[in-house]
């Protein structure tokens, strides 16, 4: 089924939720299904890039899996009226992102948020011994920023403007897309090697503190047999993520390829694997040819990742919103980063440091 007549059933199925009942926080059941495929309609219309959001036989799908991991708000008639979901996106299947909170506007103001933001990144986690949480908060404002803080998730990185505004174009006006401020949290602080570009490490070793991560730092190797790499596009957005397992001798073909299907406006997301004795030779590849710093990704691979990205124009930098002073740190050091590109691209020499 398409995603025309997932939204006209959507639609056919809509009814009125009468405001001010008392709702419970638990674990998805699978009657939830359809409130769910509701909430994301109530919430971001048609526009969601993802269409299986829009489809109750595969929320319940994916909700059967340890794929994923649905709560939501539910009223005493079964009504859903919040949810938020812990998803693998990783590598890694011990990295769950918790994220597409949503509240329906009707029962917004209530503390819904912060209680869901309680479970998701504490006792979620806990309950189900996930070793790594993480978050994309949006910087079109630092709400959901200031909501898991108290959490204990550290910034580690931004993801320069990967988010189209049409997503939240229901509630939030305006043309430039949206960056993402990575949030992490991690339960089991377990040691790593690492193969740390030199021009990243002491970033590396600046996060590695914030985190309490034990890492040991190894030595580069040189580029060698091929790339073990997936990309993963979204047409919609424009958006090209590409994870590399390895880096290979045939690495700057591997990612001519990945460029040339997201387009001259397109957005490049490369991570990384710092495991890979290769990373610094390919975090190398990657800076002569635009790319600039994303940050880093704990555990992202078993081993940990660090994601490069590339624009195709001057990110919107004052847009960005940032909670505190250490997120603002991050901003302005990725910032940093990439006025590095714009000064290659005009034949003038790195800034020393």
């Not at 806990?126 to 550290?154: D, Y």
């Not at 034990?214 to 090209?240: E, H, N, Y």
């Not at 002569?288 to 490069?308: C, K, N, S």
């Amino acid at each position: 089924m398409g995603r025309d007549e997932l939204i006209r059933k959507l639609q056919d199925s809509h009814r009125e939720i009468e405001p001010g009942q008392d709702v419970t926080i638990e674990l998805f059941r699978p009657e939830d299904a359809l409130g769910v495929a509701l909430a994301y309609y109530a919430t971001y219309g048609d526009t969601f890039p993802l269409e299986h959001v829009y489809d109750p036989k595969e929320i319940i799908r994916r909700n059967a899996t340890d794929d994923q991991y649905t709560v939501v708000a539910r009223t005493p008639r079964g009504e859903v009226v919040g949810l938020f979901g812990l998803f693998r996106h990783a590598p890694n299947p011990g990295v769950y992102e918790a994220g597409q909170l949503m509240v329906l506007k009707s029962y917004r103001k209530r503390g819904l948020s912060t209680e869901f933001s309680l479970v998701a990144h504490d006792k979620l986690p806990k309950q189900l011994r996930i070793p790594v949480v993480f978050l994309e908060a949006v910087s079109n404002h630092t709400v959901s920023q200031r909501i898991v803080l108290p959490r204990g998730l550290a910034f580690t990185g931004l993801e320069v403007e990967c988010m189209s505004s049409g997503v939240q174009a229901k509630e939030n006006d305006g043309a430039r897309d949206i960056s993402l401020l990575l949030m992490f949290k991690v339960f089991e602080k377990t040691s790593r090697d690492v193969h740390a570009p030199e021009p990243y490490r002491t970033f590396c070793e600046t996060m590695y503190a914030e985190l309490a991560l034990p890492r040991v730092f190894s030595s580069a190797a040189a580029l060698s047999g091929d790339t073990l790499a997936s990309p993963f596009f979204i047409q919609k957005t424009g958006l090209m993520r590409l994870t590399v397992t390895r880096a290979g001798r045939d690495f700057g073909a591997v990612v001519s390829a990945a460029e040339a299907k997201a387009g001259p406006q397109g957005v490049l997301q490369i991570f990384l694997n710092l495991g890979d004795g290769g990373a610094p030779q390919a975090a190398a590849v990657l800076r002569d040819r635009g790319y600039f710093l994303g940050g880093l990704l704990p555990f992202w691979f078993g081993a940990d990742g660090l994601l490069m990205q590339k624009v195709g124009q001057e990110p919107d930098w004052d847009a960005i919103q940032c909670v505190d002073l250490k997120a603002a740190a991050i901003r302005d050091m990725v910032r940093e980063d990439f006025e590095r590109t714009k000064r290659r691209e005009t034949g003038l020499p790195d800034l020393p440091g």
